[in-house]
């Protein structure tokens, strides 16, 4: 099945500054990319998305590349601020019936003011 | 806020006993899925229901169940608990059937066993 890899597993970057989060998918059927962003005490929320048939996008602060020969995506979060400070998932899934999200251990991003 | 209720938000309970976690899906949703999300494990999946029936079986326990009623929502019964099911339950809802559509999180139940 599945199996998805993040790194690192935590991260601390100075206000202002850029974060990076890399994952690796291993099923190269897999075609729908999501990134959760988990708060303290709360559910994890879709922040963005990517779908196998695009290699970029943005929202705002917020970036997501897939690189499907090497089976990685990664997120990126520009001028990072400190209420970006969170646990980060991605994750993986073929989308066929029946198949659900493979997620990523998590990053703990720590924005510093 | 996502439009997923939860409840209850805590629980705290000893080894043996059984709970009912409850989870009311988004309006207009007919999935919902359940994840078991420890310190050890990450989030990990355990069951789909679609309008009624299960639809994907992840990492669940035999002694856990669940089951999602006419009114879409749905209940996750864990029984003869043991200290390691302690763990924050969380329930998503999605439109359609399929593992590619958005989900959406409720805040999750934070089981203890003592």
Redesign the interface.
């Known amino acids: 099945g599945e199996n998805v890899e993040q790194h690192p597993s935590t991260l601390s970057v100075q206000e202002g500054d850029s974060a990076v989060i890399k994952c690796t998918y291993s099923d190269s059927a897999s075609?729908?990319f999501?990134w959760?962003k988990q708060e303290l005490?709360?559910?994890?929320?879709?922040i963005i998305?990517i779908?196998s048939n695009v290699g970029e996008k943005k929202d705002q602060r917020i970036a997501v590349t897939l690189n499907k020969t090497a089976k990685h995506f990664s997120l990126h979060i520009t001028e990072t601020q400190p209420e970006d400070s969170a646990v980060y998932?991605c994750a993986a899934?073929?989308?066929?019936?029946?198949?659900?999200?493979?997620?990523?251990?998590?990053t703990r991003l720590s924005v510093l003011p | 806020d996502s439009g997923v209720t939860q409840t209850p938000k805590h629980l705290i309970t000893a080894t043996g006993q059984r709970v009912t976690l409850r989870c009311s899906p988004r309006s207009g949703d007919l999935s919902v899925y359940w994840y078991q999300q420890s310190l050890d494990q990450g989030l990990q999946f355990l069951i789909q229901y679609y309008n009624g029936e299960e639809r994907a079986k992840g990492n669940i326990l035999e002694r856990f169940s669940a089951q999602q009623f006419p009114d879409l929502h749905s209940e996750l019964n864990l029984s003869s608990l043991e200290l390691g099911d302690s763990a924050l339950y969380f329930c998503a809802s999605s439109k359609g059937t399929s593992g590619n559509n958005e989900q959406f999180f409720g805040p999750g139940t934070r089981l203890t066993v003592l």
Do not use: A, I, M, W
């Open positions: 075609n729908y999501p959760y005490g709360k559910g994890p929320q879709l998305d779908r998932f899934t073929k989308g066929n019936y029946g198949q659900n999200f493979v997620f990523g251990p998590g």
